[in-house]
């Protein structure tokens, strides 16, 4: 049985008391002193949820590393895992995981940090399976066992699963309070908050959804990451990006973090007062289809699953991403070629020799042989939807160059619209568009993070895209991947399953992207945090 040093009661009554900071000018001041002082960070990136079972956003996941414990965190400037909250992990049988956890942890409102938190954690993952949250990436597990109160074991469906420490530094990975949290449903933002079920580097003080967020540095966190360097940082809420960079340019906030514009970086950098950052980018950039709504879907009148895939690849024959990248983003992004970005141990490019002009290139003439071979007339509507905030400024420009390019080519008339991220991400798993943007910001670093949510799909562990794309061969092949210790010849089954969703394009993949942030030069800390692990620590800021 768990003791509890702490009421949840006690704590409720306590969160009247909490107020919300006022952000008007810039949140300078330690005197010059290592830590303490105040921050404030600008993103125009949205919240979707608190609690990490409703949230798998790049938004939500930046609150979640600042307020929540993990088992394992990657090391800044690196790729590499390492224990956390956790005094050791690693595999102690090849289908078990085993954890021992650091004595002494606790949350924020005194409640202990035992393993029985943990499998709570993992258990309401799977048995909520919120469709805009992250429980597919726990696909490969089979059960969660405590046999003491310091000790956790993983049960795992496959072998020597490469990708599973991963998934515990992911966003399925925060340990929350189990005397907090429902078990069977998302709690309610304000209830987490009055409940400061919080043991990460910071806690968080004050909380106006999607406007500001108030951190405090948390003294009695133990994870890897080092105590937080500044007391207090802001995070202010934008829904216009050039408001964000005149915050900015005018010190009223210390840092930009997400998303300004190719052309806004590029006048930032000009400003002497003012640092760009630039880390290594996992970011990518894709239009998913709707496999029973999109043109000759299968839950459409005329549902033709031959004429639907034609439809797919004739818009794969007509993109050129390098204008995208070029013309929109400053080449601050890359075309991509696959679903499975540059850089990473396995990828490929099969959609730069199979379509197109076969150099990345677009190709009129092949989309039109495409369509005409399964017998579709043209031209073909296509209802595209993109998101104007989430994925910063340039996405109205984006959609508008990939509208033009399909237009082009007398073979289709794009309606396009959009929605704010909000309700966006809300709508696209109700069926609500045959076809939207969307971008992914990896949790760990591996290939399998590009391909499990998104293509693995069971009645038990319905994908992230909720696209209606569901393959039994892909998902044994993604199953078996996982398993293979042998590098050369993961790489070799990462390869073959690009290769099947190359043929299949249940998304689009366009562009690879880099992560940038442009702060005032006194800040500290902002390169630690562009690191290959993805994260933007705030523990790390200080001036």
């Known amino acids: 049985m768990k003791r509890r040093t702490g009421a949840k009661a006690v704590a409720i009554a306590a969160a009247g008391a909490l107020l919300l900071s006022a952000c008007s000018t810039s949140t300078t001041g330690n005197d010059g002193e290592e830590g303490g002082g105040s921050l404030t960070v600008g993103t125009t990136d949205k919240v979707v949820a608190l609690d990490p079972a409703g949230a798998y956003d790049n938004g939500s996941s930046l609150v979640e590393q600042q307020v929540y414990p993990f088992i394992l965190a990657y090391k800044p400037g690196t790729a590499d895992l390492n224990p956390s909250i956790a005094e ?114 910071y806690t968080i003080d004050g909380f106006k959804f999607n406007e500001l967020i108030t951190y405090k540095a948390n003294p009695d966190y133990k994870g890897f990451i080092e105590p937080a360097k500044t007391e207090t940082v802001q995070m202010k809420y934008y829904s216009d990006a050039n408001n964000m960079k005149l915050d900015v340019q005018e010190n009223t906030i210390d840092v930009a973090w997400r998303s300004l514009s190719a052309t806004d970086v590029e006048d930032l950098g000009k400003n002497e007062d003012l640092k760009v950052h630039k880390g290594p980018g996992g970011e990518i950039r894709y239009i998913v289809f709707n496999m029973d709504t999109m043109p000759f879907g299968a839950k459409t009148d005329n549902a033709d699953e031959k004429k639907s895939l034609a439809v797919r690849q004739a818009m794969a024959d007509s993109v050129d991403r390098q204008s995208i990248a070029s013309q929109v983003y400053k080449d601050t992004f890359t075309p991509l070629y696959s679903h499975v970005p540059d850089g990473l141990p396995g990828a490929d490019e099969p959609l730069k020799s199979e379509y197109g002009d076969g150099q990345g290139g677009a190709d009129v003439d092949k989309a039109k042989k495409a369509l005409k071979d399964a017998g579709v007339k043209t031209p073909v509507t296509l209802n595209l939807q993109y998101n104007p905030d989430h994925y910063g400024p340039s996405s109205g420009d984006e959609y508008a160059l990939v509208k033009d390019q399909l237009d082009k080519t007398g073979l289709f008339k794009v309606n396009l619209q959009s929605t704010e991220w909000v309700q966006y991400s809300k709508d696209r798993t109700d069926d609500a568009y045959p076809m939207y943007q969307l971008g992914w910001f990896p949790d760990y670093s591996d290939a399998d993070n590009y391909l499990v949510p998104f293509f693995y799909d069971t009645d038990e562990t319905p994908s992230f895209l909720a696209n209606h794309y569901r393959d039994k061969t892909m998902n044994k092949e993604l199953n078996a991947q996982s398993s293979i210790d042998d590098k050369g010849k993961r790489a070799d089954a990462l390869k073959k399953i690009q290769g099947q969703l190359a043929e299949e394009l249940p998304t689009l993949p366009l562009l690879q992207g880099n992560q940038i942030a442009v702060s005032g030069k006194d800040v500290k800390g902002v390169d630690d945090t562009l690191d290959p692990a993805f994260q933007f620590r705030l523990a790390l800021l200080s001036k």
């Open 88 to 201: 050791s992990a690693d595999f102690s049988e090849p289908t078990k995981y085993e954890v021992k956890l650091k004595d002494g942890l606790k949350y924020a409102n005194g409640n202990e940090l035992t393993s029985s938190d943990v499998k709570f954690s993992f258990d309401r993952q799977l048995k909520i399976q919120d469709p805009n949250g992250p429980s597919s990436l726990l696909g490969g597990l089979e059960s969660v066992e405590t046999p003491d109160d310091s000790t956790v074991i993983f049960n795992l469906k496959r072998k020597n699963d490469q990708t599973f420490p991963g998934v515990l530094a992911s966003a399925a990975g925060p340990i929350v309070d189990e005397d907090v949290f429902e078990a069977d449903k998302i709690t309610e933002n304000q209830d987490i908050v009055d409940g400061k079920a919080f043991a990460g580097p």
